[in-house]
Each structure stands twice: as structure tokens, then as C-alpha cells.
């Protein structure tokens, strides 16, 4: 489960080829933003993620720094040959250069081949530092399930 949280987002910003449509797309240069709305779908290799709204953030070298996206956020990722996950939330959040990873929202992941997962209203994970915090509500509390070998 930790490949899961420590990998999540790491391939839709380093494969090959990113592929991103949507019904609307606004570059704004001096905010060094793009924001994709609209069924947004962003597709690199085998890995996809689907929301209303998209916002890639830049430096000033031109290269993406933080990530969000928002509303219906559902997602999918190959992490290596035997490990799939998928995963929603209402918004997510990702800071590359810090690594942090934010969901919040009705979150959710699972890893498709042993179905474990993890549930809650915010998932937050470090890819550097391994860190994983998952706070629920008083209506939502959080759920995790873990394939146990007796």
C-alpha cells in the first residue's frame, strides 16, 4: 500500500508524452499557469486522471511545479508491472518539488490486484519523506483495508 501512496502521482509528470484535453484550455502568463476545463483527461502512458477542472502551475523555466486538480477528480496508475491503482477525490492537490500529495474530499485509493485501499476525507502523502495522514469526520471515518497473510 505504501508504493501506492509514495508513487501516486509520480508518473503523470515524468512519462514521455502527456496528453491533456478538454472543453476549454486558458494559458495565463503571468500567472505561468494552464487550466484546462471541462471533462478534462490527462493521459500519460497508462496513467489517466479525469476532473472538471485542471491547473498546471510552472516556474519560470517552463517546467510544471504543482498540480491541481478539481471536481469528479478520479484517477488511474500502472506504478510497475504488478501493481495498479486507482483512486478519486473532490480535489487534488500536487506539489512536485516538495513531494507532497493532498486529496481531499471523499478520497479514495485501491490497489486493483489485492483490493486494499484506503478512505477518508483527506488523504495526505509525502513521496520523499513516505509520510501518509489520513483524517476522517465524524460522518466519514477513516477506512483502511489490508490484505492479511495468516
Known amino acids: 500500500m505504501k508504493k501506492l501512496i509514495i508513487f501516486l502521482l509520480a508518473a ?3 512519462a514521455a508524452e502527456l496528453k491533456i484535453t478538454s472543453q476549454k484550455f486558458i494559458y495565463d ?5 494552464s487550466v484546462f476545463i471541462g ?9 489517466e486522471i479525469f476532473a472538471d477542472k485542471l491547473i498546471v502551475y510552472f516556474n519560470k523555466k517552463k517546467k510544471p511545479v504543482k498540480l491541481e486538480a478539481l471536481g469528479n477528480v478520479r484517477f488511474k496508475f500502472k506504478m510497475d508491472a504488478n501493481s495498479t491503482y486507482q483512486g478519486k477525490c473532490d480535489q487534488l492537490f500536487y506539489d512536485i518539488k516538495t513531494g507532497d ?6 478520497a479514495y485509493i ?4 489485492t483490493k486494499e485501499s484506503i478512505s477518508g476525507e483527506k488523504i495526505k502523502i509525502n513521496r520523499i519523506t513516505k509520510n501518509v495522514e489520513v483524517v ?6 477513516v477506512n483502511i483495508i489490508l ?3 495468516e
Open 136 to 141: 476522517g469526520s465524524k460522518k466519514r471515518p
Open 147 to 149: 490484505k492479511v497473510n
Open 29 to 33: 502568463a503571468n500567472k505561468l499557469s
Open 110 to 113: 485501491q490497489k486493483l490486484e
Open 39 to 47: 471533462n478534462v483527461s490527462a493521459i500519460k502512458g497508462s496513467d
Open 101 to 106: 500529495i493532498l486529496l481531499i474530499g471523499n
Open 12 to 14: 503523470v509528470l515524468f
